[in-house]
């Protein structure tokens, strides 16, 4: 099974005949391989120069003995996510698109930025056609926009019930979100649906420290820096799904630009914003719930710097590692009747809203169903 690639130290991706490396400062952290592994083994080092983490490096690198040079095993990578200052040339691009791997780029706060994509081998007028006829109409956008948001709700409950379960007191925000997903059924335009999910989200985010151990206080979501540890956390796990929901999308022939629940815009791919709405209780709260829960991360594992909080190099190996682990997880298909990892359920979510555009079958969104 191909794996994500995350690069998180500064350095250059180079190409020597049919072999690409991976050319970075040789302190810290482990080789740039898919993770999967421990933190120390699976998931790369975060390179931070004294001054400035995005210092540009020397053209001609991969010679200087203070640098090290790692292969990239191409044959076994899916898409590359670079969350360091990284730079490749020309006769990489032409390797990478030969192998049909994107690869994603993510800013200092671990915002997303751009995407080198190969030329699309899945290109389809027709989907196109039908996709942009779904969000032209107003009701099939609602249709499709309703199941994004009850879907995600339906996701959240699980999670609360299952702290429920754990003799928490939470019947209250199961009650409200039970509530506010009755009145999905009510709203007749996409800015009461957003903010009928705005509303879920608060209530849930409202039961945090409940669920959580002590030492994490969350005080409310803040994004653009994030506040404190738990908000870095949210921010840096939701960034990870977004880049998942990219690249499933690209495996498809879903037009990444044309959203039902966010709003198509520009400078963003916004039917990954869809996506990953569903999937964030799975794949970034139960990795937070566990890092803390198990005392896996602590909050020395954090930079705080003029109001806003980041994961530190340690914190993001920490976090990188488990998110792995969990895209990993494989769960026996209910509808398939085999096992698919993770990863899989997220590009089987963007082939059903694919059924759904083209009228094949009705779109069902991902549940947690275990």
Known sequence: MKKNLYLIKNGKIIRKQNTLYFVSKKEGGGPPSPAGGSAAEGVPGYLADDDDERTE???????????????????????????????????????????????????????????????????????????????????????????????????????????????????????????????????????????????????????????????????????QPPANPLNAMISFGNSLVYGQAINAIYRTQLDQTVSFLHEPSERRFSLALDIAEIFKPLLVDR??????????????????DLGSCLLSDKGRRLFLAEFNEKMETTIKHRDLGRNVSYSRLVYLECIKLGKHVMGIKDYKPFTIWW
Do not use: W
């Open 57 to 223: 490096l020397p053209d001609d690198i991969s010679d200087k003995p203070e640098f090290e040079k790692r292969p990239l095993a191409v044959e076994q990578v899916d898409a590359i996510l670079c969350y360091g200052r990284v730079s490749l040339t020309s006769g990489v691009i032409s390797f990478l698109s030969k192998y049909n791997i994107p690869v994603h780029f993510f800013g200092y706060y671990g915002h997303y930025e751009s995407t080198l994509f190969p030329k699309e081998a899945l290109l389809s007028g027709e989907m196109h056609v039908r996709q942009a006829s779904h969000y032209l109409d107003k009701n099939k956008r609602l249709t499709l926009a309703r199941k994004f948001v009850t879907g995600s709700a339906a996701n959240i409950k699980r999670n609360l019930e299952y702290y429920q379960n754990q003799e928490k007191q939470l019947a209250d925000a199961l009650a409200e979100i039970d509530a506010l997903v009755e009145s999905a059924a009510t709203c007749v335009n996409i800015g009461q649906l957003l903010a009928l999910e705005g509303n879920i989200r608060s209530t849930y985010y409202s039961k945090f420290d409940t669920m959580l151990k002590p030492g994490f206080s969350f005080g409310g979501r803040s994004r």
């Open 287 to 304: 990795v937070i719930f566990k890092l803390i829960n198990k005392d896996m991360i602590s909050p020395q594992d954090f930079v705080t």
